[in-house]
């Protein structure tokens, strides 16, 4: 074992990526972050909330939250702070400096509507060196 430790296991690359990303070192890791929040809303907010709201954007410390109606949004308002300082605690940093709500929900996926997509997009390889997508695997 050449200069290992015998007692360290090996970890999976999932977990190893996960922890990478999480630390907000990387320029993939707001978007990791974002998605990690918007999985798991609904918890984080509770059920009430979670039904009306959800984490839609973030761009230099400003999380963007889709509410479902004008009385909801008033009803958010109140709470930004908590929110926030909600938010920082499920990451484990200063990651979000404020949230701004908004009616504006376009095209936001679902959690549902996005996990055949994402799994898609991660199952998929990198294209090969001339740009081209590699054959499916």
Known sequence: ????????KLQPVSNIL???????QSPLSDQFLRW???????ELVGPSIGGYSTPVGFQRGV???WVKSPAHLQEMSFGLDILREKVNDF???????SVKLTLDRKDVPTLEESAPGLRRFLSTQSPN?????????
Do not use: C, H, I
């Not at 990451?91 to 400096?97: A, H, P």
């Not at 060196?129 to 695997?137: K, N, T």
């Open 63 to 65: 999380l963007m939250v």
């Open 36 to 42: 990690r929040l918007w999985s798991n809303w609904r």
């Open 129 to 137: 060196e001339d740009g081209e997508p590699q054959p499916d695997r």
């Open 1 to 8: 074992m050449s200069g290992r430790n015998k007692d360290q």
């Open 91 to 97: 990451v484990g940093f200063d990651w979000v400096t």
């Open 18 to 24: 996960q922890s990478l990303l999480a630390r907000g």
